[in-house]
């Protein structure tokens, strides 16, 4: 099988949270979870976590985890994930983001799967489908449309597909996109090294450049909806959630 690296760009800076990667879930940093989670995906063979902040590449060490500092001016997740990726001999590259501490290993297992069978496809990333039309709606919400083999038509975060009699139901090729990115690294490297595109300026929504450039993301389904922690207020929830489904004693 081909060897697979999972990265978590992991930064301090938030605009809107900051040190969102450090605050406490049942008693354990953000980071961490998401760390032991990523452990967790099948066919994985190294987590690591990319930061620019001496507190958390601090919080990563005193876990055990394996940490590396990355320039504090790079732009974006996937820039970080970059950075560390160009200089590791692997072949798979799992971007998982530092504030989504319930992505379902299996699901991205799965995904890192779709790249190891099928030679033609470069990137896949995770959906679950919309069922409520307040989530339709919901600009927070970025939507997924795919087609009959479950590759990207097109990400937003507007409402699509227009519904033209303005009755919203639940429809096949319809995903809430959760925003887990699994890479040939091949393709990343070259994936950074193009210029934005004209939808991605638009919708400040990156994926959409490399749908701009003709190339296929392959959306594996979940059924598990994974919060990811976006403001503080999030924290509470994400927190419960991990109580709920019985997460906390396998962390302990």
């Known amino acids: 099988m081909l060897p697979v690296v999972v990265i978590i760009p992991a930064r301090y800076a938030s605009v809107r949270f900051p040190g969102k990667p450090l605050a406490k879930l049942a008693g354990k940093p953000m980071i961490q979870w998401v760390y032991e989670n990523a452990l967790q995906i099948p066919a994985v063979d190294t987590v690591m976590v990319a930061t620019d902040d001496q507190r958390i590449f601090d919080a990563v060490n005193n876990f055990g985890g394996r940490v590396l500092m990355t320039p504090g001016n790079i732009r974006n997740g996937s820039e970080r994930v970059g950075f560390v990726a160009k200089d590791i001999d692997v072949e798979i590259i799992v971007n998982l983001q530092g504030d989504e501490p319930l ?14 069978t099928n030679p033609q496809l470069n990137v896949a990333t995770l959906g679950c489908s919309i069922k409520n039309e307040t989530e339709w709606r919901g600009s927070s ?11 990207a038509i ?12 303005g009755n919203f139901k639940p429809l096949p090729a319809l995903y ?34 490399i749908l701009e450039k003709g190339y296929k993301i392959k959306v594996i389904e ?4 994974s919060p990811g922690v976006d403001m503080p207020e999030d924290v509470e929830t994400v927190e419960n959630l991990i109580k709920k489904r019985g997460i906390l004693s396998e962390h302990q």
């Open 154 to 165: 097109y990400f937003s975060r507007a409402p699509i597909p227009h519904v033209r009699d």
């Open 222 to 225: 979940t059924r598990n909806f």
């Open 176 to 209: 809430r996109h959760i925003g887990v990115y699994v890479y040939r690294k091949t393709f990343l490297m070259e994936f950074l090294k193009w210029p934005e595109g004209i939808l991605e300026q638009q919708e400040k929504l990156e994926q959409l450049r």
């Open 141 to 151: 919400v970025v939507k997924a449309i795919v087609d009959e083999s479950l590759n």
């Open 103 to 116: 992505i379902s290993p299996q699901a991205v297992g799965k995904a890192v799967r779709e790249l190891q």
